[in-house]
């Protein structure tokens, strides 16, 4: 080969492998935002359903509420559907490419697997990154803002969950039944207080009477008007043997309905797996510096802390699996060399159910920190860095 033309030769080839990166890179891409944006579907939609749909009907959020809910739930629902969009966008691309005989083209001309893989490793570490800024910054705050907005839709029509002459068993421990609604005043009242097995414990029937919402508590708080009530005992609310005690009050305040059923549990009080990395790592510090006096309180304190790592370990191991399947897709969308997409979706969901499956487990032993759950977390990512590496193997073989 004339000298003066290597060079021109050696730049078309890396056009060519630009090209073919670009190409790889914008394939995987795209399929890859259309299999998180369905998985994000899937993952919300019985949030949506559960949580929302009946408020919206009964007149209890607003359109607008109900529309700025729903947004704030997608990175709730991104954070798990973007592994599994991951590897299902790399089994797609690559199995179609290896179906149409692009691959076998590609090695003929002297393109390694590793070389056709190093585009999707770079979205896939791409991806990670994006992920650990959703895990870590923006799912914790549209978590806190999805149940403040709750909170704040409760606080400023709580007669809205009160439906006329219809017995709502929506409330957590409580039934209730109001025969009349004149704007805040409620006529004909009655309130039935259950135990943990669902059994009466207390009736309370009023002539009127409004509700309050406490947002500490998360719970409306009804005053009661020329109330009755009568209470079982609490041991045997069955056992009609005995007399109930049935006093009568021309005043109630202390009855509350908890909100937590209906508007999901923990609406107001934030967890930590809300909390940004930031405030995990003040936690942390807190929990660490906090004093202790007794074995009791030493070993109370070290749950702590590592129920806290646990979680920041958790985000991190969930940002790192975005990698992960990346780095098997491409092997197996190499190996399997189908067009078919339920194929594929039923490969992609059996690896990510595998490994959810173990991440819950190891997030099981929280209740025992001397197996160290805070570093078992890792194991599912290495199990499947480890099957990754060895299908490269193969193939390359």
Known sequence: MDPQSRPRAFARSA??????????????????????????????????????????????????????????????????ALPMGMLTGVLLTLGRLSADSEITAMR???????RVARPVLVLGALSAAVALCINFESMPWARVQYHRELAAAARTNPLSFIVPKTFIRDFKGTVIYVGEKEGPVLRDIWLWELDDQ???????????????YDEATNSLIPTLVRAKTEERDPRNPEDFSKSPKAPSVGK????????????????VREKR????????????????????????????QTDEL?????????????????FSFALIGVPLGIKVSRRETSANLGLALVLVLCFYLLTLLVKWLDR??????????????????????????????
Do not use: M
Not at 47 to 65: C, F, H, S
Not at 108 to 114: E, Q
Not at 198 to 212: F, I, T, Y
């Open 368 to 397: 025992h920190p001397e197996y160290r759950p805070d570093l078992l977390i890792w194991l599912p990512n290495l199990l499947f860095l480890g099957f990754g590496v060895w299908l490269f193997r193969r193939i390359e073989k």
């Open 306 to 322: 590592i129920k806290t790592g646990l979680i920041v370990q958790e985000k991190f191991n969930l940002s790192l699996a975005v």
């Open 198 to 212: 669902r059994r009466v414990k207390r009736l309370v029937r009023a002539e009127s009477g409004r509700l309050d």
């Open 15 to 80: 056009s060519r492998l630009n090209l073919l990166d670009r190409h790889i890179f914008t394939s995987v891409l795209l399929t890859c935002a259309a299999a998180v944006g369905l998985f994000s579907f899937v993952v919300a939609l019985p949030n949506v359903v559960k949580d929302l749909l009946g408020p919206l009907l009964a007149g209890q959020l607003t359109p607008d509420t109900f529309l700025r809910l729903v947004v704030l739930i997608f990175p709730f629902a991104i954070s798990f």
């Open 108 to 114: 003929a001309s002297g393109i390694s697997v590793a």
């Open 252 to 267: 109630v305040e202390e009855v509350r309905i908890s909100l937590d059923r209906l508007l999901g549990q923990d609406l």
């Open 273 to 300: 797996e809300w909390l940004t990395y930031a405030q995990l790592r003040a936690e942390q510090s807190r929990l660490a510096a906090a004093p202790h006096s007794t074995p009791e309180q030493a070993r109370a």
